[in-house]
């Protein structure tokens, strides 16, 4: 019998100390890595970590868009200390180091032996409540001396038969769901790119790339959870003139471009390459 604690921190890249987070990372790489490029890395680490995008990118949407939005959810609300772009990938990297202290707390001194984060998404599990309450008090207090804060509204504790969403899909005693908000993001994919087919004949002959990749992103997520029925709805949602440029594999496990099409892909790109060689030497 157990219970299951899931927290969220707030607004947790908006609130990073890029100070903190180089200092620990400069220390991470001093004692685990070995290569003789060391300084460059150190070099290239700073330049990411302390870059600020939000003073010299190009804004695509119009101000008047960004009025509903949160000060705590936008880095050009920062004074430059604190924050990353979500969107980069190396954000999301450092981001796991970041923490990499408070795991070793939860897990090793604080008597939580099963727990799991990705980000800022924590999930841990333990046959008393009221020793997830006190855990729960002690992250809180260890993030609010690094500047950071749970987020009130995303404390979830509950009965393990419940069960616990986490990172896209609900997982419930012996079985797994995908999240609706996942499936959504599925659907609401495909639907665009549907309307794009529908808008040019020559559109999927020449975008088949593209339409493989997305899909096939939502469906090698769909093949951890109990989802072959979703995938007969992903199928059957899919426009006619997609089918002429792909077909399914497996028990509906991934979408493939047919070699033709391929093909021209890759003359595509050959032909291109050859242009950007052309303009070089002329």
Same mark, same amino acid.
């Given at each position: 019998? @157990?219970?299951?604690?899931?927290?969220?921190?707030?607004?947790?890249?908006?609130?990073?100390?890029?100070?903190?987070?180089?200092?620990?990372?400069?220390?991470?790489?001093?004692?685990?890595?070995?290569?003789?490029?060391?300084?460059?890395?150190?070099?290239?680490?700073?330049?990411?970590?302390?870059?600020?995008?939000?003073?010299?990118?190009?804004?695509?949407?119009?101000?008047?868009?960004?009025?509903?939005?949160?000060?705590?959810?936008?880095?050009?609300?920062?004074?430059?200390?604190?924050? +990353?772009?979500?969107?980069?990938?190396?954000?999301?990297?450092?981001? +796991?180091?970041?923490?990499?202290?408070?795991?070793?707390?939860?897990?090793?001194?604080? %008597?939580?032996?099963?727990?799991?984060?990705?980000?800022?998404?924590?999930? +841990?599990?333990?046959?008393?409540?009221?020793?997830?309450?006190?855990?729960?008090?002690?992250?809180?207090?260890? &993030?609010?001396?690094?500047? &950071?804060?749970?987020?009130?509204?995303?404390?979830?504790?509950?009965?393990?038969?419940? %069960?616990?969403?986490?990172? %896209? %899909?609900?997982?419930?005693?012996?079985?797994?769901?995908?999240?609706?908000?996942?499936?959504?993001? @599925?659907?609401?994919?495909?639907?665009?790119?549907?309307?794009?087919?529908?808008?040019?004949?020559?559109? $999927?002959?020449?975008?088949?790339?593209?339409?493989?990749?997305?899909?096939?992103?939502?469906?090698?997520?769909?093949?951890?959870?109990?989802?072959?029925?979703?995938? @007969?709805?992903?199928?059957?949602?899919?426009?006619?003139?997609?089918?002429?440029?792909?077909?399914?594999?497996?028990?509906?496990?991934?979408? $493939?471009?047919?070699?033709?099409?391929?093909?021209?892909?890759?003359?595509?790109?050959?032909?291109?390459?050859?242009?950007?060689?052309?303009?070089?030497?002329?």
């Amino acid at each position: 019998d @157990c219970y299951i604690l899931k927290i969220d921190i707030r607004s947790f890249f908006m609130k990073i100390s890029k100070r903190r987070l180089y200092d620990l990372t400069e220390e991470l790489l001093h004692e685990r890595y070995g290569g003789n490029d060391l300084a460059i890395l150190l070099y290239l680490l700073r330049e990411t970590i302390f870059n600020r995008p939000e003073k010299n990118c190009i804004r695509k949407t119009p101000p008047q868009s960004w009025r509903g939005l949160p000060k705590d959810k936008s880095l050009f609300h920062s004074d430059g200390s604190c924050g +990353l772009p979500i969107g980069n990938l190396t954000s999301q990297l450092l981001a +796991l180091n970041f923490l990499d202290g408070l795991d070793h707390l939860i897990s090793e001194e604080w %008597g939580v032996k099963h727990y799991g984060r990705y980000v800022d998404d924590m999930v +841990l599990v333990h046959p008393s409540k009221e020793h997830l309450i006190e855990v729960k008090a002690k992250i809180a207090g260890w &993030l609010s001396e690094h500047g &950071l804060s749970l987020h009130p509204r995303k404390i979830y504790l509950q009965h393990y038969t419940k %069960g616990v969403l986490f990172i %896209g %899909g609900m997982i419930l005693p012996g079985r797994k769901y995908l999240s609706n908000r996942t499936v959504g993001f @599925c659907y609401d994919a495909i639907d665009r790119l549907n309307r794009l087919a529908a808008g040019s004949p020559d559109y $999927v002959k020449t975008h088949g790339e593209e339409f493989v990749s997305t899909i096939n992103s939502y469906l090698g997520m769909m093949r951890h959870f109990s989802s072959y029925n979703l995938r @007969c709805k992903v199928m059957s949602r899919i426009g006619k003139e997609w089918w002429q440029v792909i077909y399914f594999a497996g028990h509906l496990e991934k979408v $493939v471009l047919k070699k033709r099409y391929r093909q021209i892909e890759c003359k595509k790109e050959e032909i291109c390459n050859e242009i950007k060689e052309l303009r070089r030497t002329v």
